[in-house]
């Protein structure tokens, strides 16, 4: 079954609150500038999120589906090498991670409350993909175990891209962050439980 396709505004309103966040920081938007810029009303708004915080985590849906894409097959999570979706996102985080504030500074009390949000989501996906690779049915108990710690390496690579570098390529950061996710994977794989 497929997903149901998306809306016109619910589009329009993800699409001009990432181009406002391309020139100001999350706690500098009002939610008035997002709906003048995307040309809706309030009640069209509140159809598809109930505040901004659920527009920005909705944003990451994206990023998300890029960062997992190449995860599809067994093989693609037992690869020693960065997989392409990975290094996209990577090469986009860091051409924007120039001497801005951190993501805590800029979503300020947000803070907390998006990243468990971000988290549950990337949670969500890798545990879809892993029962897609590996030929689980659906609310596996050993893929649902997986998910968490899984989605914990994932954001904190992410969060590494922002600071921590230390003039590595991204390509070796994106190959170690691999190497962790193998090891995880393989090591389910070897008590055969995946």
């Keep these: 079954m497929s997903?149901?396709?998306p809306s016109r505004s619910r589009e329009r309103l993800l699409l001009t609150f990432q181009q406002l966040l391309a020139d100001q920081d999350y706690c500098d938007i009002s939610l008035s500038q997002i709906l003048v810029r995307a040309e809706v009303s309030k009640t069209t708004f509140y159809r598809h999120f109930s505040n901004k915080l659920e527009l920005f985590?909705?944003?990451?849906?994206?990023?998300i589906e890029s960062l997992l894409s190449e995860l599809n097959e067994r093989s693609q999570w037992?690869?020693?090498?960065?997989?392409?979706?990975v290094l996209s996102v990577s090469?986009?985080?860091?051409s924007k991670a120039s001497a801005r504030r951190s993501m805590a500074h800029k979503?300020?009390?947000d803070w907390p409350l998006a990243q468990r949000m971000i988290k549950r989501q990337l949670c969500r996906g890798i545990e879809r993909r892993l029962q897609q690779a590996f030929g689980k049915p659906q609310n596996d108990p050993v893929c649902a175990a997986l998910g968490s710690p899984l989605a914990?390496?994932?954001?904190?690579?992410?969060?590494?891209?922002?600071h921590q570098l230390n003039g590595q390529p991204v390509e070796l950061k994106a190959t170690e962050l691999q190497w962790v996710v193998r090891?995880?994977?393989?090591a389910a794989v070897a008590e055969q439980r995946l």
């Design 3 to 5: 997903s149901p396709k």
């Design 57 to 63: 985590v909705a944003m990451h849906d994206r990023i």
């Design 78 to 85: 037992l690869a020693v090498g960065a997989n392409a979706g």
């Design 91 to 94: 090469q986009q985080i860091t």
């Design 107 to 109: 979503l300020g009390n």
């Design 152 to 162: 914990a390496v994932f954001l904190d690579y992410l969060g590494q891209l922002n």
């Design 183 to 186: 090891a995880i994977v393989a």
